[in-house]
Every structure is written in C-alpha cells, then in structure tokens.
C-alpha cells in the first residue's frame, strides 16, 4: 500500500543553518505531496504542497521538490530560525484515479533550532 | 471561509469511561472528514475517514469508532477507554473529489486517561 517514510528525529540545529528533512514515499499512480508543520499543543498547518512530478512547492523560505524518479519530497530551507522549531509531516495523497480519499502522514521529525 | 471546529480542547477520563468527541465544519458540503490520533512522541495515524453521511471506513480495528449523522459532523466514540488511548486525536476535512487538495486540521483534543 501507499506510504511515506521521513527521517527520524529529532534534529537540533543552530540559528542559521541549512536544514533537509529527507522524506521518501511508495505509491501507485501520482498522487500529490505535502509537508504540514505543527507548533506545540496545536493541529497541523499545511506549509507547502506540489501535485505533479518537478513541481517545487515553497513557503516561509522552505522548499520541496516533488521527484519522481527517486520518489522523494525532500524538505530544505536555507537559514533556520528559532521560530522554526516544530514537528513537520510529509504526507501524500493517492492520485486522482485512486479510490482512495484518505491521506497518509510520516511518522514526524522534530526540529529544534538553537539561538 | 471554511472552518472547522474541534472540542474539548482537553480531556482526562478514567479507564472504562465512554468517550465522545465531535467535530465540525462549516462553509462547506460534503467535505471528505478525517480523525488521526498522535501517540506521545509519534506520528499521525489515520483512524476513520468518511467520504459521506453514514459512510465510515475504519483504518485500524480498535477500541474506537466513528459516525457521522450530519454532512459536517463527524463524531468520535467508545464505550469503554483504555490506557492506550491516551493521545491528542487530530479532525480534518478536506474538499470532495479533490485528491490534490490539502486537508485542513482542527486544533485537537488532548485526551489523558487515567
């Protein structure tokens, strides 16, 4: 069946510095990618999203590329900040012929930023 | 706009109580509706979804289950909770027939029991 794996955690990084979150994923057909974020004690916000193979989804300085060929969403910003600090979920979505309309989460990487 | 709307916010019960938690959307019809639960220190899983009213379709046999009366209400229950249980239970919605579309979350329930 669909699935998704992300890199375990937790990460801690200072102030600055370059992030990747790896996140790797099996499906049928082409389904659409996410990455979600979750601040402590609250629901997951979506932070960026890309549909089709090559599409690069971005927000708040973070980026993703959906490729095909390795099958990954791999998660990157370039200088983090101590208000990054958060849980972050890659997730997908099974392709529009799927029967299925559920959506499958990674099992989370927590990140900590130092100042 | 749409929003949706999860409560309580916080829960302890004691093992063996029932449980009823609900949530609901607005601004929208025949949303696709979600309940995730996040153990401590894990990740999303993906409990019930339901593609209409009176449709359920359970992803892990438990000690849970789920209705839906209303177009935007969707409901999660037990009769008896057990310790593992404990966990912050996550609705979401998201459009129909629109597998390209996020889900949207609620804030969640944090559920203790005790």
């Known amino acids: 069946g669909d699935s998704v794996t992300q890199m375990e955690g937790p990460v801690t990084l200072s102030e600055e510095a370059f992030l990747t979150i790896n996140c790797t994923y099996t499906a049928t057909g082409y389904p659409s990618l996410f990455w979600y974020v979750q601040y402590p004690g609250e629901g997951l916000q979506l932070l960026l999203k890309?549909?089709?193979?090559?599409d690069k989804g971005s927000n708040k300085g973070f980026e993703a590329t959906y490729r095909k060929e390795t099958t990954s969403f791999h998660l990157e910003k370039g200088s983090v900040q101590v208000s990054d600090s958060a849980v972050y979920f890659c997730a997908l979505s099974p392709g529009a012929y799927s029967s299925a309309s559920k959506i499958i989460f990674g099992s989370g990487t927590r990140l900590s930023i130092r100042p | 706009s749409q929003t949706i709307h999860q409560w309580p916010a916080t829960l302890v019960q004691p093992v063996g109580s029932p449980l009823s938690l609900e949530c609901t959307v607005e601004?929208?019809?025949?949303?696709?509706l979600y309940w995730y639960r996040q153990a401590a220190g894990r990740g999303l899983q993906l409990l019930f979804y339901?593609?209409?009213?009176?449709?359920i379709s359970s992803e892990v046999p438990q000690n849970l289950s789920a209705s839906r009366p209303q177009d935007r209400q969707f409901i999660l229950s037990s009769k008896k909770l057990l310790l593992s249980d404990s966990g912050f239970y996550l609705c979401a919605w998201r459009p129909p027939d629109r597998e390209n579309t996020e889900a949207f979350f609620g804030q969640g329930t944090r559920l203790t029991v005790v």
């Open positions: 339901s593609v209409g009213i009176g449709q």
């Open positions: 890309a549909t089709k193979a090559d």
């Open positions: 601004g929208t019809s025949n949303p696709n």
